[in-house]
């Protein structure tokens, strides 16, 4: 075998509740992830070294270095199994870079699983999950795919049963945001308001909209504690988002740490319409229409 292509879906958070800030630096998260059919591509070929090359849009804003998820990925796998492994990877990118829709982790989940088949490891999903929480807490979730709440940083997840197919539509802004900026700026906000932190907790009615595939109970309960923070770094969105309200969005929410912003649509011509006016409306650099759920990381 000389080359193997995954593909990796992206993301979006329906749930994200942050907690109190932790003595190790990150918080506990209550985070439930909803994978949907934007995909990246990887491809894994044979090679001496570890290197890796990216195509499309986004293609000139992702590192070619050590600072590649995929990369890191790569050698950690290698390292796991106690061989110098080489791979050449290829990355076509769909998911914006810095969107808040799990990009990095996706192409990083994709690596794990095409190094896996390339080097003929044969190592089943638990461990490729191990190793997939130690490089990231989006990570895990690009393996697993569908839909899933994930505790402690996020890497610790239970699949939830969901019911039907949701329409989305993706609201993709110009640049990205950092998510360590923003996890930082609502933990400023916080202490600046001084708002009592609690513990985070799943949301019932929540669970109850996704088990029931009911859209429009889910537009109406749509949570994302980093959204105040991500709209005082970025004050625009504040307009995406009101722009797709009055477009009759069921649902509006920023996508995890953002910029991207999600809007939830009754149907699938909901969702072409709602794409369409969004990218007319000049509040977005592109809109995409797109259904969840989605299966993780998958061989081709």
């Given at each position: 075998m000389s080359s193997v292509t995954v593909r990796v879906p992206a993301k979006v958070n329906v749930q994200l509740s942050v907690g109190p800030l932790r003595d190790d630096g990150y918080h506990d998260l209550v985070n439930v992830f909803h994978a949907v059919s934007i995909f990246d591509e990887v491809e894994a070929r044979e090679s001496e070294l570890v290197k890796v090359g990216v195509e499309g849009e986004w293609a000139d804003q992702v590192p070619l270095d050590d600072g590649n998820l995929a990369i890191q990925a790569a050698r950690a796998l290698a390292k796991h199994a106690g061989r110098g492994y080489g791979v050449e990877l290829v990355i076509r990118k769909a998911i914006p870079v810095a969107g808040g829709m799990a990009g990095g982790s996706a192409d990083a989940a994709g690596a794990l699983v095409a190094c896996n088949e390339l080097w003929g490891l044969g190592l089943p999903p638990e461990d490729l999950m191990e190793i997939a929480a130690d490089l990231g807490s989006d990570v895990p979730f690009s393996l697993l795919g569908g839909t899933a709440v994930g505790t402690g940083r996020g890497e610790q997840l239970t699949g939830l049963e969901t019911n039907g197919t949701f329409h989305w539509v993706f609201a993709i802004a110009d640049g990205g945001l950092s998510t360590a900026k923003v996890y930082a700026e609502c933990?400023?906000?916080?202490?600046?308001?001084?708002?009592?932190?609690?513990?985070?907790?799943?949301?019932?009615?929540?669970?109850?909209?996704?088990?029931?595939?009911?859209?429009?109970?889910?537009?109406?309960?749509?949570?994302?504690?980093?959204?105040?923070?991500?709209?005082?770094?970025?004050?625009?969105?504040?307009?995406?988002?009101?722009?797709?309200?009055?477009?009759?969005?069921?649902?509006?929410?920023?996508?995890?740490?953002?910029?991207?912003?999600?809007?939830?649509?009754?149907?699938?011509?909901?969702?072409?319409?709602?794409?369409?006016?969004?990218?007319?409306?000049?509040?977005?650099?592109?809109?995409?229409?797109?259904?969840?759920?989605?299966?993780?990381?998958?061989?081709?």
């Open positions: 933990d400023r906000l916080r202490e600046a308001t001084g708002e009592a932190v609690g513990w985070p907790q799943v949301s019932e009615p929540l669970l109850t909209a996704l088990r029931t595939g009911d859209a429009h109970a889910l537009g109406a309960v749509l949570t994302n504690d980093l959204q105040p923070a991500a709209l005082m770094l970025r004050r625009s969105l504040a307009r995406t988002l009101e722009t797709g309200r009055e477009l009759g969005a069921l649902g509006a929410i920023v996508s995890g740490s953002g910029p991207t912003c999600a809007f939830l649509a009754a149907d699938a011509g909901h969702a072409r319409d709602l794409a369409i006016s969004l990218t007319a409306s000049a509040v977005c650099h592109t809109a995409a229409p797109t259904t969840g759920p989605a299966p993780g990381a998958h061989l081709i």
